[in-house]
């Protein structure tokens, strides 16, 4: 393997076994990705291609039905490896414990001593912006500034590979583009690689160095597209024209895939003819 | 105290003096219902006097095993079946109808099998209990979110450690529930076991003073277990407003 390549998906299909009248769903793949150690990619595509089942597949939360992943070089299958932090949709925070003891639960569990332990766990609630909120409970933050706690919670077990899946799913548009902000300084100041799972093309196109577009379901990548932007790089960039390009080429991409999603798939079929026609247009002369 | 404690409060004074009333002028027969101040008085002399003090203990201490053995036995039973998704379909449809059944009509055949002891009192108690702890288990564990348990395999906590630090909190309230039915059911079951056939203990000390028309011990009695009763389920409620307080983080 390429020492550059942190984690690395070959071959990985996805199939949940049918049940009774339900039949098997061919959720993903087969998909072969290589994740470069420290860069920020990002994957978009239409609802139910499989991008959460492609998260949870290299976390370790399920097993592919084929193919096989490695992070670091190792197989990962079924268990989740040490080094792989993961921050859910769902508010994950847990209500009957403090914002410092949410942040510190991992680590209270690894056996790190107790000085160590407060030191990690102030630095992580300190970097997310929540130090004035150490002792309160998570009901008394917003949905934002929860989501922040569990991210602090990942944050301070060090992982080396942080996977996001749709972690601002649920906030507004400006809390979104603020929250990316802090992402993209987590991602400048651990080094560790991160892959975001998001449906939102202007957040994909923001955050990552690379974005992958994913077919509708079984989702497979139809592009890789690379951003370009410098690592130091924060929300002011959707104001260029670099970003509007990337989003535009993205939809382009994923207009199709997103109106065979919703069923409409002679409706994706023109808009497929719409794209090339230019393209052929523009061969002929 | 808040401006709903007191107007609660004021409203027991207020129907307690009602009652003092009516008793006093007449307006209710004192064969009926003696006087509040009277109970009380007749309560303290029993209490005073020590005579009721081996009852007080075995109904309370069969009102505790009760409530013991109902909570524990009810998780733990809860637990299983909720591991086992076809047995909780098999026993569903039992558990929404259990207590329309009158759980009582056995008691008779508990003290036919185990005689007149504590046991058919304890055997009833738990039958009566129990089933509000399963059901308040099952429902607990199903609401805990699954993102948790993502949670739990990300940090690679085992299934007991998953159970004790993530699941058993996050169901707490829905198992602070069941504690409480578990506590209600379990008093009124053993209390209502002694009134109708025990050779001992405060409910058959009740049934014993209405059948001698002895008024005073009666309402004395009676008065004790409202106390108790209420002391108890006041100490629980305390507790569930401090937990869902910490949940809510002090918002109403």
Known sequence: MHRDIHAQLNGVTRVYPGAGEHPAVHALGPIDLDLR?????????????GKSTLL????????????????????????????????????ASFPWLTVWDNAAFGLRRSGVAEAELRRRVDDAIAFMGLKDFARAYPSQLSGGMRQRVCIARTLVLQPRLILLDEPFGALDAQTRLLMGDEV??????????????????????????????????????????????????????VAGPAFGEITGRLWERLRGESLKALGHADMAQSAQSAQTAPRAALAAE | MTRVGLIRLAVIVALIGALELACRTGLIDHRVVIPPSEMASALATLLASGSINADIERTLGVITLVIALSIVLGFAAGVLIHALPRVREALDPFFA???????????????????????????IGVATAIVAMIIATLNGLDRVPRVLIKVARVH????????????LPAAAPYLFTGIKLSVSYGFIA?????????????GRDISDAYADFDNRRMYAL???LLIIATIVNAGLHALDLRFAERRSGGRP
Do not use: N
């Open chain 2, 190 to 202: 053993v209390i209502a076991a002694e009134f109708i056939l025990s050779p001992a203990g405060l």
């Open chain 1, 37 to 49: 150690k420290g860069e920020f990619f990002a994957v978009v595509g239409p609802s139910g291609c």
């Open chain 1, 184 to 237: 993209l300084r987590l991602w400048r100041q651990t080094g560790a690689t991160v892959l975001l799972i998001t449906h939102a093309l202007d957040e994909a196109a923001m955050l990552a160095d690379r974005i992958g577009a994913m077919s509708a379901r079984p989702g497979r990548f139809i592009e890789i597209i690379e951003t370009g932007w410098p690592r130091e790089r924060d929300s002011t960039i």
């Open chain 1, 56 to 91: 949870e597949v290299l976390a370790g939360l399920q097993r592919p039905t084929a193919g096989t992943v490695t992070f670091e070089g190792k197989a990962v299958s079924g268990a989740v490896a040490e080094g792989i932090g993961v921050v859910f949709q769902e508010d």
């Open chain 2, 222 to 224: 009676i008065l004790f």
């Open chain 2, 156 to 167: 690679r906590l085992g299934r007991l450690a998953t159970a004790l630090t993530l699941q």
């Open chain 2, 97 to 123: 109808t259990y207590y329309a059944v009158p759980i009582f009509i056995f008691y008779p055949v508990l003290i036919a099998i185990f005689g007149l002891s504590p046991m058919p009192i304890v055997l």
